[in-house]
């Protein structure tokens, strides 16, 4: 019984940063796993980062490690995910995802709660 609402994303040039921002209706972040996916045109959704509510432990996607950062606010309900120097590649529609038993963070289908997606674009 959770909604969960992305905001944060645009236009930016290469090199340039951005934060999305993740809160949840319904219902309090507490025991869950949050995790950041990005899904690019024409491209299979890709894992990013999650972390863990309850211990506060991140994991990430090789591709992003010493760029992105992903921290919680636990006053607001919200997942956060700083974007440093973003690349073109980096270009993809970013959904945040909640769920209780996972089993491997990079799966998909096991969160259970998705967002709508935000759109990030980085230019040359």
Do not use: H
């Given at each position: 019984?959770?909604?969960?609402?992305?905001?944060?994303?645009?236009?930016?040039?290469?090199?340039?940063?951005?934060?999305?921002?993740?809160?949840?209706?319904?219902?309090?972040?507490?025991r869950?796993?949050?995790?950041?996916?990005?899904?690019?045109?024409?491209?299979?959704?890709?894992?990013?980062?999650?972390?863990?509510?309850?211990?506060?432990?991140?994991?990430?996607?090789?591709?992003?490690?010493?760029?992105?950062?992903?921290?919680?606010?636990?006053?607001?309900?919200?997942?956060?995910?700083?974007?440093?120097?973003?690349?073109?590649?980096?270009?993809?529609?970013?959904?945040?995802?909640?769920?209780?038993?996972?089993?491997?963070?990079?799966?998909?289908?096991?969160y259970?709660?998705?967002?709508?997606?935000?759109?990030?674009?980085?230019?040359?």
């Amino acid at each position: 019984q959770v909604q969960l609402v992305e905001s944060g994303g645009g236009l930016v040039q290469a090199g340039g940063s951005l934060r999305l921002s993740c809160t949840a209706s319904g219902r309090t972040f507490s025991r869950y796993f949050v995790g950041w996916f990005r899904q690019a045109p024409g491209k299979e959704r890709e894992f990013v980062t999650a972390i863990s509510w309850f211990v506060s432990r991140t994991y990430y996607v090789d591709s992003v490690k010493g760029r992105f950062t992903i921290s919680r606010d636990n006053a607001k309900n919200t997942v956060y995910l700083q974007m440093n120097n973003l690349k073109p590649e980096d270009t993809a529609v970013y959904y945040c995802a909640a769920g209780v038993n996972i089993e491997t963070l990079d799966r998909g289908y096991e969160y259970d709660y998705w967002g709508q997606g935000t759109q990030v674009t980085v230019s040359t």
